[in-house]
Structures are given as structure tokens and as C-alpha cells.
């Protein structure tokens, strides 16, 4: 999955601060996610996003450790990812069962 949308809309969290210091919308989903997700077994990612994403970069450099630990940002930032990744997942499922012109109508990808 990699359409130009949810490039667009992976960046836009890489600097939504907000969205990372929100309360969490589904609290029991959150909790049993971050139940499977190892911080210390990412850290390769972390360093990669770090490198690549000033914006990301700049995002964690304000939020910790003064709003948020280490841990607790990381698992925000991938909880919020995985949320997109399903959301553009659903918006591809939709799509691929309506013909392809009316698919080509529909798609904002080239706006």
C-alpha cells in the first residue's frame, strides 16, 4: 500500500503533535496493541524514520521526554500508523469493488 494519499497522510502525522498527545479514541484497542509492541525490537525503524523525517525528528525532540516518555510516544506514533494503514486499506477494498472508471472518478489521489 503506498498511494500518494496515505504518503500524504503518513508525513502529515510525522508533525501532527496534537494527534500524538490526543486522548486515545479506543483505550481498550490501544491498550491490547501496545500489549504486542516492543519498543526495543523497533529501534532500527526509530533510527531509520529519525534519519529520514526531519519532521518526525523534530516532533519527538518537543514532545520528549517533556509530554511524553520514549515508550509512550513511540507507541502513539506506530498505533496512529497502523490506524492509517487500516483506513487506507478499507478505502482500497472499497475502491477495487467499483468499475474502473467510476474508481478513476472517485480517487483523490490526483487532486
Known sequence: MSTLRYRDRERALCSDREA???????????????????????????????????????????????????????????????LLQQQEERRLALLSGITPDAQRLSSWDGW
Do not use: G, M, N
Open 20 to 82: 500524538l498527545l490526543a486522548p486515545i479514541r479506543d483505550p481498550e484497542a490501544f491498550a491490547s496493541w501496545c500489549d504486542s509492541f516492543k519498543v526495543l525490537e523497533q529501534t532500527s525503524a526509530i533510527e531509520a524514520l529519525l534519519e529520514k523525517e526531519p519532521l518526525l525528528r523534530a516532533t519527538h525532540a518537543a514532545l520528549v521526554p517533556e509530554h511524553l516518555s520514549y515508550r509512550h510516544f513511540w507507541q502513539r506514533y506506530f498505533y496512529q500508523l497502523r
